[in-house]
């Protein structure tokens, strides 16, 4: 993580070509999801845990532990140093304009944009690179994408069902990758052939191997929305501390989980 | 032998008209208003008064609406409770509370304006549409070009900013800074909804009539003693309309926060409106945010009622 910064601090303000580029884009998005994304993958490095391993919904020293306040401290850190002017509330498609624009030296976003990254004729091929979130104490990146779920009540549920065998196959899983999708198939990644097959396959691969998820839990709205006020107070709005800001979540998921009756 | 007779027979036509005419002729003057009236009392019914029953009733319960089969259940007055204590609740009825008094205040600027326009001069009907631009567009739209505008690097809006001033047009950010983002919002508001304050009062100033005017010059009155004694007292009451109308809307302002800032940085341009829809709709809390809804209602609603009686009494005087 420190290279990271170093670098970033590195590009920040430095004039190249007559223009003015900075170091780094990243997450910080208040209305849905962006800054828990961008966040959790600094939080998870520095050692941060949802709750408790061997007690469920037991938050506090998780999610607030000296090292998830490191954690938030740094993506903060990151954030006043080694970013544009402006990206108070950016999510994937600033990023995306602002490393295509060449204003940003690196960023984060979605393996799922990297394919076309990679075709710009401005910043792809040989100019690109990509990497794995970097380890700190440990190493795990967010996972994204899109779930694929049956409607319990549906008159389809058969249908829908075949058509999830459909797509699981080998064979069909192959071709979406080929084609520019992303699969997690182990019948795909595992291959031997998988880390030549695109510039950023062994970044995505290292990446699948290292997945931390959200909370899986009914209230994940709920949850989500008090995590990304807790944050963009803090790293935004330079509300309070990382401390406090840690721990004003505990007490929002608290008070969700006990809504829940758990 | 058929003859051709009209179906029905003329006799019994004339008999039908003369039975609806009656009919019709039996029912008062209040009978036939209310008829009129009727289907739009329904459709308030349907979507006013019902919907508001509706959120009262499940405001006491915990029902959530992306659970439906999930049974409800009454929880008295927690919600309430848990609304009322609090912080960040509080903490966003501030931010509303200083949005609207901001807004309106400036606004009534408009008053200023439409004094402006009330004479006649060279390009006055251009200048009157060109005043009155901001107003016909949504808010939606002047959101959306707002941000552009607003943007540090590439908005135009710092770049003039620092035309005037010399300050750096990277060194602040209207919607990212903590201290300028209230701000921005109020400017944005101010900038759309003045021309509105404007027409209000454009028609109070209008309906004075001449001879009031007259009579004053013919006292030697000043143009300061006739603005005082008879343009004020005179447009008083529509100047107070205006802002009991824009005190209402921005007390729900969303469309243009939403798009502006999303509430941020961090909370500081949350207001209660945002907390509201992030409450009902994504955190499906229903019932919690019927109450919510509820408790807006009672706080506008109050102000409203205490509001129209002092413009009752302006009125009257």
Partial sequence: MDELKQTAEFFQGRKIDGKTVYGVYIFTERGSEGITMGVTNMLYNYGFEYQDPKKPYHLDGYVNSPGAVKGLEFYKALYKCCTAPGMTNAYMQEGLDAFKSGQVAMQMNWFAFFPGLYKDPNVGGEKIGFFVNPKEIQQFTQLGGQGISVVSYSDHKADALEYIKWFAQADVQKKWWQLGGYSAAKSVVDAPDFPKSAPFAPAFLKSMSIVKDFWAEPAYAALLLDMQKRVHDYVVADKGSAKEALDLLVKDWNKVFKAEGK | ?317
């Fill in chain 2, 1 to 317: 032998m058929l003859v051709d007779k009209p179906f029905p027979p003329e006799g019994l036509q004339a008999r039908t008209r003369s039975r609806a005419g009656a009919r019709l002729r039996g029912l008062s003057d209040r009978t036939i208003a209310w008829l009129f009236i009727l289907p739009t009392i329904v459709l308030l019914l349907a979507i006013n008064i019902f919907p508001l029953i509706w959120a009262l009733r499940l405001s006491f319960t915990n029902f959530k609406s992306n659970m439906p089969s999930v049974p409800a259940r009454n929880v008295g007055i927690d919600n309430y409770t848990d609304i009322l204590t609090d912080e960040d609740i509080w903490y966003a009825m501030q931010v509303t509370a200083r949005f609207v008094f901001w807004s309106v205040g400036l606004e009534v600027l408009g008053f200023g304006l439409a004094l402006l326009i009330n004479r006649q001069f060279r390009g006055h009907s251009f200048w009157t549409t060109l005043i009155l631009l901001p107003m016909m567009l949504s808010p939606a739209v002047v959101g959306n070009f707002w941000t552009f505008l607003l943007q540090p690097q590439t908005g135009l809006f710092n770049d003039i900013v620092s035309f005037f001033t010399g300050i750096p047009p990277n060194s602040f950010q209207m919607i990212g800074d903590v201290p300028l983002a209230p701000w921005t919002i109020v400017m944005v508001d101010t900038w759309m909804w003045t021309p509105y304050v404007m027409l209000i009062c454009l028609a109070g100033l209008r309906s004075i009539p001449d001879y009031i005017y007259e009579a004053a010059e013919v006292d030697r009155a000043s143009p300061w003693r006739q603005f005082w004694s008879i343009t004020l007292p005179m447009t008083l009451p529509f100047l107070m309309l205006a802002i009991l109308f824009r005190g209402i809307e921005n007390f729900k302002m969303f469309d243009m926060v939403n798009l502006l800032t999303s509430g941020g940085p961090g909370s500081v341009t949350e207001t209660v409106s945002i907390t509201l829809k992030r409450a009902a709709f994504e955190k499906w809390q229903t019932g919690y945010s019927s109450a919510l809804a509820i408790i807006l209602f009672v706080v506008v609603f109050g102000a409203a009622n205490i509001y129209v009686k002092a413009l009752n009494r302006v009125k009257q005087r």
